[in-house]
């Protein structure tokens, strides 16, 4: 056998033609690979914009309840999915253990400034914005600039504002981001089905233990597979997909049931049964169709919608809605379109879980956050009107893309006009005031921001006004309770004590108990007093901050004024338990530092740092 040459003339070089071929087909494809990420990363880019100025936003509405009071209840990476009963002001009803992770997280990168809290919201949404544009191209059989479409009306959709300038609404968003990769997952044709449906089912039930309305997903997910087009779904006959699809459902179930087993242990109760709305006739149709008209035209915008719209117009715009989701539903049946068909099954079921809202007599029954998932199908829905335009002709295509694009830069500038109410709690109960004139949660919550904000006048109007409003029981105790702080905080602290002992009548309340503690602690150090009465008004305090704790152990404040009475009684080892407790738990900084000065100096401090709370 003759030995190859090492190189010469016209001899062949030891794999250096075939090298160069390899090279050169590498190189072809990675400006390929490039130009296909393209479009993903111009809608993300988009995402990222729209949302850019909600950085700076504040905490806002119940998100300091959430990270002050349900964070140091929660104090292992476990508690969210068992917490303990005596969480204050939990839901109900509440399970959603990977949302308050999420909150962990964010108060560990940002010691608690309310920056990673948004940050972390925006990058989802990014991120859902992204799984858009990977789903619509693949149902709309690969057609890249059909799927832009509809990936960049969802980064720019106004109606996502509330879900994603708000932090505490991130769960819709993060069962959009678990249920498009469960979609994208489930529809690979490199891995065997059983493997295909694990994988999808795991990311189901990380949607579940985020928001109860990614219950949808165990539907839509095993049915995706009959919605998309040939040949991406012809990968095996009818007769083999039907077969292997049936076989598939084994991890869905198994996923919801380990669901209700978390839901149930962590609830401490039995599941919670729906109720129906006092006339489900009008209230179904009725919301189901804002909701629709909502989806297509976001106006007006309103971050809580108290009540059921209800007149002449409400009911023309809903009806309207509803005929025209009826008649495009009967036009994508008679085409087979099945596209259009799983877009539109996509909003009908993932819509479903928030009609049950509508049977809870103390909530809002309408939420924009609710259509954060929805919106995905009519963004399928976009992109493929835009695909069937583009197929009409070149005028067709032409003023299909500037109408797109019209439609795109309003959405843009709408949504970042909207994310300017949700900056601040001011300017967010400004806004929603001014669209309700029946309720009193808008007017109480402008009230109180009005307080924070120093106009203890402006603020005691606003909460009269409330006052006559319809409010809830806890919504009249929370206004008797802020009209005692600012009693007290003009030194009038008779009037205080009546207003928090009006709050008491309503129910007990921490807040108001803390309050009156304060008050009695404050009085107890009067010099003027007699050691008698130092001494009954002492234990008065202590009874009171003793009551608040019994009502919410994880209140660090509450701890500092048991700990003064202690100290005042003589206890100093109790005392200083309950001191450092505080500390465990999180105090402001300067009621943190006098706290740890007085634990150094081991002695009984001449005044307190706590302040009356709203």
Request: charged share 15%.
């Amino acid at each position: 056998m003759s030995r190859p040459r090492s190189g010469g003339r016209g001899a062949p070089r030891s794999g250096a033609g075939n090298d160069g071929a390899r090279t050169a087909a590498r190189g072809s494809a990675a400006p390929a690979s490039a130009a296909r990420l393209l479009p993903a990363a111009a809608t993300i880019a988009l995402a990222l914009a729209a949302y850019a100025n909600t950085l700076g936003h504040q905490l806002v509405w119940d998100d300091p309840i959430s990270v002050q009071r349900w964070l140091p209840a929660l104090p292992s990476w476990w508690s969210p999915f068992l917490p303990p009963p005596d969480i204050p002001q939990w839901p109900a009803d509440y399970y959603r253990p990977l949302q308050l992770i999420s909150y962990r997280i964010d108060a560990a990168l940002g010691g608690g400034a309310p920056w990673p809290f948004h940050l972390s919201i925006v990058l989802l949404h990014a991120l859902a914005t992204g799984l858009v544009f990977a789903t619509a191209s693949r149902l709309l059989g690969d057609d890249r600039a059909a799927a832009l479409w509809a990936a960049l009306l969802f980064a720019v959709h106004p109606i996502h504002s509330e879900s994603v300038a708000w932090m505490a609404a991130r769960p819709d968003v993060m069962v959009a981001c678990a249920g498009l990769a469960a979609l994208l997952v489930y529809w690979r044709d490199d891995q065997s089905p059983n493997r295909r449906a694990a994988l999808a089912a795991t990311l189901v039930l990380v949607a579940l233990l985020c928001k109860e309305n990614a219950a949808a997903l165990l539907l839509l997910v095993p049915a995706s597979p009959f919605f998309l087009p040939p040949p991406a779904a012809a990968t095996a006959t009818r007769a083999a997909a039907t077969q292997a699809s049936a076989a598939s459902l084994a991890p869905f179930a198994l996923a919801a049931l380990l669901y209700l087993a978390l839901r149930r242990a962590g609830m401490h109760q039995a599941l919670l049964g729906s109720l129906l709305p006092d006339d489900p006739l009008a209230a179904y149709p009725l919301a189901l169709g804002t909701y629709l008209r909502l989806l297509v035209l976001p106006w007006p915008q309103n971050a809580y919608i108290a009540d059921l719209p209800s007149g002449p117009a409400a009911w023309t715009g809903a009806a309207l809605a509803l005929l025209a989701g009826g008649a495009l539903l009967a036009w994508a049946w008679r085409r087979r379109d099945r596209t259009a068909l799983f877009a539109l099954a996509w909003i009908g079921l993932t819509l479903a879980p928030s009609l049950a809202v509508l049977g809870k007599p103390t909530t809002a029954p309408l939420a924009e956050r609710y259509l954060y998932l929805p919106s995905i199908g009519l963004c399928w829905l976009f992109g493929a009107a835009m695909a069937g335009a583009a197929r009409l002709g070149a005028r067709a295509a032409l003023a299909s893309r500037v109408a797109g694009a019209l439609v795109v830069a309003v959405g843009f500038l709408l949504t970042v006009q909207r994310n300017r109410v949700w900056v601040d709690n001011y300017s967010l109960w400004s806004d929603t005031a001014a669209r309700n004139e029946v309720d009193g949660l808008p007017l109480r919550s402008l009230a109180a921001a009005t307080l924070a904000r120093g106009d203890a006048a402006a603020a005691e109007r606003l909460f009269h006004q409330a006052l006559a409003r319809r409010n809830t029981v806890a919504g009249r105790r929370l206004i008797y309770n802020n009209l005692g702080t600012i009693a007290l905080g003009r030194g009038d602290d008779g009037a205080a004590e009546g207003f928090y002992r009006q709050s008491l009548e309503l129910g007990p309340t921490p807040d108001a108990l803390y309050n009156l503690g304060l008050i009695a602690l404050q009085r107890a150090r009067d010099p003027a007093r007699d050691a008698a009465a130092s001494a009954a008004l002492n234990r008065e305090a202590r009874q009171h901050f003793e009551r608040s704790l019994a009502a919410n152990p994880f209140d660090a404040e509450c701890h500092v004024g048991l700990g003064y009475t202690l100290q005042a009684e003589g206890d100093a080892a109790a005392a200083r338990r309950h001191f450092e407790q505080a500390l465990d738990l999180g105090l402001p900084p300067a009621q943190a530092e006098a706290v740890r000065r007085m634990l150094g100096a081991d002695t009984q401090p001449s005044s307190t740092t706590a302040e009356p709370r709203p």
